[in-house]
């Protein structure tokens, strides 16, 4: 079952030199059980993408397009109103969406009473407990308090307080950012579990491209406000068909890297955008239409959609 729709989706915010468009014209589909991951350079949209799909953009920003969840359209106020109950996130830092002076099984209490304002006491406790259970943490630290956990627990603690309203699709943002290299894999795998037994879509927004190869089935590079490339994550990272992916690829460190690389150039500016393709001042295989035309969105013989003028014809992104 597709849990998350989107088409055409535009995010833009005001500014004294006119509209930023950081999210212009994407489109992207998560499936019940499935995890994607959304990379590219800071600045190309993917949080701003992330919090147009939680409602929680600023105001003065605006947002259209079709979004449907779980079989229903729904607008920027829907998704707001179904924020923690159906769309869920993992937030960076749990220590600042932590309330230091409250204890653990508070922060459940009240999450439980505004989202399951229904629920008793006796089972608020149940499946708070339930939900600590699947990420790891025992019964004895319900009563704790956040500075009585190490970052990684803390991590897991946001990862139950998201699970337990049981939503459709969870949007993790850069989850694994301040942890170390021991917890972060311990997070990743916690995540992939749980995505299966809770039968979730999950959007994982990050950097690390390491990240996306270990945990994702399908990966989707954005690039200044567009999804350049999107499709199965092996066959994406084997062999890139977008100039940007490949040389994205090329830039990360492994322990085979004998040299460093680098994309020349900079992201463009949002407010004022280049014709054409947005990738083309710093495409290594720029072809004069580029400057001048919008790419082609084609669709590979293997699944993947590419907007680029090198690749096949114009389809039906629907």
């Given amino acids: ?166 939503p459709a699709l969870v949007i993790a943002d850069e989850p694994t950012t301040a942890l170390d290299v021991l917890v972060e894999g311990q997070i990743l795998a916690m995540l992939s579990e749980l995505r299966v037994t809770y039968q979730m879509a999950l959007l994982l927004i990050t950097h690390d491209l390491g990240v996306v190869a270990e945990t994702c089935d399908r990966v989707a590079v954005m690039y200044a406000g567009r999804i350049v490339e999107q499709g199965d994550v092996r066959t994406v990272f084997r062999d890139p068909s977008h100039p940007y992916t490949r040389e994205l690829l090329r830039s990360t460190i492994s322990l085979a890297t004998s040299e460093l690389h680098s994309i020349g150039g900079a992201p463009p500016d949002l407010v004022d955008p280049p014709s054409g393709c947005r990738f083309h001042p710093r495409c290594p295989d720029v072809m004069p239409i580029c400057s001048s035309q919008d790419p082609l969105t084609s669709r590979l013989a293997d699944g993947r959609r590419v907007e680029c003028w090198l690749r096949g014809s114009r389809v039906d992104a629907r």
């Fill in 1 to 166: 079952m597709t849990v998350l729709d989107v088409r055409g989706l535009r995010v833009w915010y005001g500014s004294s030199r006119g509209p930023v468009r950081a999210v212009d014209g994407v489109d992207l589909a998560i499936g019940a059980g499935e995890v994607v991951g959304l990379v590219g350079e800071s600045g190309s949209g993917k949080s701003t993408l992330g919090k147009g799909l939680l409602g929680l953009l600023p105001d003065g920003a605006q947002m259209d397009g079709d979004v449907t969840l779980r079989g229903e359209p729904v607008d920027a106020r829907e998704l707001r109103r179904r924020r923690g109950s159906e769309v869920g996130l993992v937030f960076q830092e749990p220590m600042t969406r932590l309330d230091p002076l409250m204890r653990i099984s508070e922060h459940f209490t009240e999450l439980l009473k505004v989202h399951d304002p229904g629920v008793s006491k006796a089972q608020r406790e149940k499946r708070a407990l339930a939900a600590l259970r699947d990420v790891g943490i025992p019964p004895s630290r319900y009563q704790q308090y956040p500075h009585e956990f190490s970052g990684g627990m803390r991590q897991r603690i946001m990862v139950a307080l998201t699970l337990v309203l049981r």
